[in-house]
């Protein structure tokens, strides 16, 4: 009887959670102007207003330019950062793992408005270098998190091989050690990209005046009127970071079937 109710608690949990995102999912549908029920109909006209919406599309560019760059820049740094921290000794080790990490340990409000204070002392105004830099620092730890349990599962075994076979560190990493942490690599780049695109919070504080993403296009949309575009505007952020990590989540299962042990 008690895990009964255990399992009809987490499912009445459950549909308090997300019944509000099934409802905006369905009402971008809606052929009403009002986005209210009953639906009068089924129709992809407000995803038509938005790709005709120049305001949404730059929001998108914008938010699309930003993620990429902060998915390549936080993954580069994750996977140098990590080598150095799983495969070398050096001083403060402890320190700089604490430091890397830091970033999700702090509320995300707090970050932000450190980094701005920071930048503002040391003269640096707002903008997009701004931004994407808030980004890497949010995003980073995760990539890190993510490429350090891959590499303390290799072993260093196949390293020290192609090393005694003659190729010299760097021919090293990318003939043996970057193909085992691929999905490792793959899976960290994913995060940063979906974690960059969605955020507000940091960006709301970050981002220049004129520049808009996605989520900042959504909450100045919602400050002036409910339209049914945000409705669609909704739905499609909701796709986007679902199903991208899903997707991700399956190719990387799908590469770490030999995990290379």
Do not use: Q
């Given at each position: 009887m008690s895990w009964f109710l255990i399992r009809t608690y987490t499912i009445l949990v459950y549909v308090f959670m997300f019944a509000p995102v099934a409802v905006v999912m369905l009402l971008s549908f809606n052929a009403n102007q009002f986005g209210s029920f009953p639906m009068e109909g089924f129709s992809f006209r407000w995803f038509v207003e938005?790709?005709?919406?120049?305001?949404?599309?730059?929001?998108?560019?914008t938010s699309l330019i930003l993620g990429s760059l902060t998915a390549v820049i936080s993954t580069t740094l994750g996977v140098l950062a990590s080598l150095a921290m799983v495969r070398y000794n050096f001083p403060s080790k402890n320190f700089?793992?604490?430091?890397?990490?830091?970033?999700?340990?702090?509320?995300?409000?707090?970050?932000?408005?450190?980094?701005l204070l920071f930048l503002q002392f040391?003269?640096?105004?707002?903008?997009?270098?701004?931004?994407?830099?808030?980004?890497?620092?949010?995003?980073?730890?995760?990539?890190v998190l993510v490429v350090q349990a891959r590499l303390y599962?290799?072993?260093?075994e196949y390293e020290e091989a192609a090393l005694s076979l003659g190729a010299n560190a760097l021919q090293t990493f990318f003939a043996v050690t970057l193909p085992l942490i691929a999905p490792a690599v793959f899976a960290g780049m994913l995060f940063a990209f979906?974690?960059?695109?969605?955020?507000?919070?940091?960006?709301?504080?970050?981002?220049?005046?004129?520049?808009?993403?996605v989520p900042t296009q959504i909450f100045a949309m919602l400050r002036n009127s409910i339209s049914p575009?945000?409705?669609?505007?909704?739905?499609?952020?909701?796709?986007?970071?679902?199903?991208?990590?899903?997707?991700?989540?399956?190719?990387?299962?799908?590469l770490s079937r030999n995990p290379g042990r």
């Open positions: 938005l790709w005709h919406n120049d305001a949404v599309m730059r929001a998108f560019r700089m793992a604490t430091v890397l990490i830091a970033p999700i340990l702090v509320p995300e409000v707090v970050l932000a408005v450190a980094l040391l003269g640096i105004h707002k903008s997009f270098l701004l931004l994407l830099l808030g980004h890497v620092i949010f995003t980073l730890p995760f990539v599962a290799v072993r260093r979906t974690i960059s695109f969605d955020d507000i919070t940091g960006t709301l504080f970050w981002k220049p005046g004129g520049v808009e993403t575009e945000i409705n669609a505007l909704g739905t499609v952020m909701i796709l986007i970071t679902v199903v991208l990590p899903v997707s991700g989540i399956a190719l990387v299962r799908k």
